[in-house]
């Protein structure tokens, strides 16, 4: 479990990932070096992990909730392993048994419109049913984890093995394709 030096040290770097030790130190009243130890060892037994997140706002992003319900638990399962891998997930976790939820995010609301049309998550086999609510970037938390590719090489996508240039969507500019594909025309 977490203790209360723990707890303070989290607080610490929640509120400004970049403090230096040396000022947690004074915060909390013991030495950056134990600090440092402390937060190696949350890292090591994965209770926390330090990640740059990105704001949705001032990137223009559009976001959407989606909800699906699946036929059965085994291919809940085989949509998750599939879908952990997009660029566009920011949120991805199962409910019940039998329902998935994910948040998603797009350049543009075509973009966005595209995905959850034509390649994403609701189109696979085994789902009953779907909702989707779209809307702004949160307002917390207000930095997410967007997945930044630098390296553009992949000519598929990696949760659907789709080509984008392939795709009706893509070929009509209705849609900027995945960010981890060489075809990608967005920003991410």
Same mark, same amino acid.
């Given at each position: 479990? @977490? %203790?209360? !030096?723990? *707890?303070?040290?989290?607080? &610490? /770097?929640?509120?400004?990932?970049?403090?230096?030790l040396s000022r947690i130190s004074e915060s909390v009243g013991?030495?950056?070096?134990?600090?440092?130890?402390? @937060? %190696?060892? !949350?890292? *090591?037994?994965?209770?926390? &992990? /330090?990640?740059l997140g990105l704001n949705g706002e001032k990137l223009d992003?559009?976001?959407?909730?989606?909800?699906?319900?699946?036929?059965?638990?085994?291919? @809940?399962?085989? !949509?998750?392993?599939?879908?952990?891998?997009?660029?566009?997930?920011?949120?991805?976790?199962?409910?019940?048994?039998?329902?998935?939820?994910?948040?998603?995010?797009?350049?543009?609301?075509?973009?966005?419109?595209?995905? !959850?049309?034509?390649?994403?998550?609701?189109?696979?086999?085994?789902?009953?049913?779907?909702?989707?609510?779209?809307?702004?970037?949160?307002?917390?938390?207000?930095?997410?984890?967007?997945?930044?590719?630098?390296?553009?090489?992949?000519?598929?996508?990696?949760?659907?093995?789709?080509?984008?240039?392939?795709?009706?969507?893509?070929?009509?500019?209705?849609?900027?394709?995945?960010?981890?594909?060489?075809?990608?025309?967005?920003?991410?």
């Amino acid at each position: 479990m @977490l %203790d209360e !030096l723990d *707890k303070r040290i989290i607080e &610490n /770097i929640q509120r400004n990932g970049r403090v230096p030790l040396s000022r947690i130190s004074e915060s909390v009243g013991i030495s950056h070096v134990a600090i440092k130890r402390r @937060l %190696d060892k !949350l890292q *090591k037994n994965d209770w926390v &992990n /330090i990640s740059l997140g990105l704001n949705g706002e001032k990137l223009d992003l559009k976001i959407a909730m989606v909800t699906v319900e699946v036929e059965n638990y085994g291919r @809940l399962e085989k !949509l998750l392993d599939q879908f952990e891998k997009c660029p566009r997930m920011v949120y991805l976790s199962s409910f019940g048994g039998s329902k998935i939820v994910a948040i998603i995010v797009g350049e543009n609301l075509s973009t966005l419109e595209s995905v !959850l049309g034509t390649c994403f998550l609701r189109v696979k086999k085994g789902v009953r049913g779907s909702t989707i609510d779209i809307g702004r970037p949160p307002r917390y938390p207000k930095f997410l984890p967007i997945r930044i590719i630098g390296k553009k090489t992949k000519r598929k996508t990696p949760c659907g093995g789709i080509e984008c240039r392939k795709c009706k969507r893509f070929v009509e500019e209705e849609c900027l394709g995945c960010p981890t594909t060489r075809y990608y025309r967005g920003h991410l």
